[in-house]
């Protein structure tokens, strides 16, 4: 998903990650994540994929 799409909604990003929707909101709030529209809210796919990589090590 993260390859085919530049930007995803929260539930893809939470589906990516293997998290709770309810994470990701705090991620967002937090600052962990930059969300790009305010609603519906995006985030870069690219964010995503970076964290998947530092889930595996």
Known sequence: ???RKNLLTVR???YCL???ERLIYDWLAEGRLIA???RPIRIRAAE???MMHNFDE
Request: no cysteine.
């Open 1 to 3: 998903m993260v390859e």
């Open 12 to 14: 893809e990003a939470s």
């Open 18 to 20: 293997n998290v709770s």
């Open 36 to 38: 790009l529209k305010e």
């Open 48 to 50: 995503i994929k970076a």
